[in-house]
């Protein structure tokens, strides 16, 4: 009896101290399970709500700490880095959610941009068509698709693009603005200056530095038609939407002079049919 009262003793003794055991680690768990004694989704909240790029980077880098598979997470410290123009860093961030999800559409297009910010444009056709594949109405795929073939000098391709994105989202302002490009870039002055003004109408907010290039655009493309009147006000309104914008400034003093150069024929020739008159 006294053995096995000693026997009972000692298993009652390890379960006592492997329940204790186990308390320590899930105890551990649950402690590193915070940062700063914020949760996961606590950290990725703040995240959402900082101002600052920086500061998104920080909170979602938390996040990732505590849940490395928090596809989200990835996502939005991708779109911040790429903000502050760390597109490499980016693209690792968008190729964590591409692991985590191969099958995740958006990452695939995100990645897409910015390989195509870094200029290897072939590489972001090759993410976007992968988009597509996974979902073929991903009108952001089908568009930054066409970028990136305009910017390769495939201005039919890009169209063909953008009319897809459009024909999938009409009211898409980038996909408006981005057939006016590739319309532009064909000759199609008319046609690209409609696009322009569709795009300006669907998204008429002035927050954006998006709507300065449009009426920029709109601008150059109004002085191929020898609209110099129009392209003025309209590069006009893209330096008060963007004043820092160097190309807009440059755009409206060559508007300017050729509005000059224009009125000085102009009055030559009125001259000439006035002194032929008499």
Same mark, same amino acid.
């Not at 096995?4 to 003794?13: E, N, R, S, T, Y």
């Not at 440059?250 to 009055?267: F, I, N, P, S």
């Given at each position: 009896m006294g053995l096995?009262?000693?026997?009972?003793?000692?298993?009652?003794?390890?379960v006592v101290m492997a329940i204790v055991k186990v308390s320590r680690k899930s105890r551990g768990r649950r402690r590193r399970k915070r940062i700063r004694g914020k949760t996961a989704s606590e950290w990725f909240r703040l995240?959402?709500?900082a101002k600052y790029l920086t500061k998104k980077v920080e909170c979602f880098s938390k996040v990732l700490q505590l849940n490395p598979k928090h596809t989200a997470a990835w996502h939005e410290k991708g779109l911040a880095l790429s903000d502050l123009e760390r597109h490499e860093e980016a693209i690792s961030c968008f190729d964590k959610a591409i692991r985590i999800n191969p099958a995740d559409g958006t990452a695939w297009h995100r990645k897409g941009i910015e390989l195509r910010l870094l200029g290897k444009h072939e590489e972001a056709i090759s993410c976007c068509d992968k988009a597509i594949q996974i979902n073929p109405g991903d009108h952001f795929a089908w568009?930054?698709?066409?970028?990136?073939?305009r910017e390769l000098r495939r201005y039919q391709e890009a169209l063909d693009c953008c009319d897809k994105a459009i024909q999938i989202n009409p009211r898409y302002p980038f996909g408006w603005y981005s057939k006016g490009l590739a319309m532009d870039n064909l000759g199609r002055y008319e046609e690209a200056i409609d696009c322009y003004d569709k795009s300006i109408q669907l998204d008429p907010s002035?927050?954006?530095?998006?709507?300065?290039?449009?009426?920029?655009?709109?601008?150059? !493309? %109004?002085e191929k038609l020898g609209r110099y009147t129009e392209a003025i006000t309209c590069h006009d309104k893209a330096i008060r939407l963007y004043p820092s914008s160097e190309s807009a400034w440059? !755009? %409206?003093?060559?508007?300017?002079?050729?509005?000059?150069?224009?009125?000085?024929?102009?009055?030559i020739i009125a001259r000439i049919d006035e002194e032929l008159g008499e």
């Open positions: 096995i009262w000693i026997v009972g003793l000692l298993i009652f003794f390890f995240g959402k709500q568009n930054h698709k066409g970028v990136a073939l002035h927050r954006f530095a998006r709507n300065s290039r449009v009426w920029h655009s709109k601008g150059l !493309a %109004l440059e !755009a %409206l003093a060559e508007a300017k002079q050729a509005k000059q150069v224009e009125d000085m024929k102009a009055e």
